[in-house]
């Protein structure tokens, strides 16, 4: 399985960017995707994800400016990013749970990052 984002970039304060993510392979299901961003001390931590039922989970500081949305038909995630913030700088990564056809337990899946920078 092969996760790989896109969208990222440089943008003004206050601006908008929308990252894409698309999951492929021997893909026989996804359950859940989600976009994570890197932290000062390197980890990843949640800033939303998508089940494949439609429900959401939004990091406090995103909610009202970040939307999430997936097409589990195309097996791909958005991220449309609104009134963006300079503290929004980060490296954001795609992270998916998929069952491949020859072994339908779900596993966890990462891309490779994509860089947004917000200048003020």
């Known amino acids: 399985v092969l996760v790989v984002e896109s969208g990222g970039g440089l943008v003004q304060a206050g601006g908008s960017l929308r990252l894409s993510c698309e999951a492929s392979?021997?893909?026989?299901?996804?359950?859940?995707m989600g976009w994570y961003r890197q932290t000062p001390g390197n980890q990843r931590e949640l800033v939303a994800e998508i089940s494949d039922s439609g429900a959401t989970i939004y990091v406090d500081d995103v909610k009202g400016r970040f939307t999430i949305s997936g097409d589990y038909g195309k097996n791909t995630v958005y991220l449309q990013m609104n009134s963006l913030k300079p503290e929004d700088t980060r490296v954001y990564y795609c992270?998916?749970?998929?069952?491949?056809?020859?072994?339908?337990?779900?596993?966890?899946?990462w891309g490779q990052g994509t860089q947004v920078t917000v200048s003020s």
């Open positions: 992270n998916a749970d998929v069952a491949e056809y020859h072994d339908l337990r779900y596993k966890n899946y």
């Open positions: 392979g021997s893909i026989f299901s996804i359950n859940r």
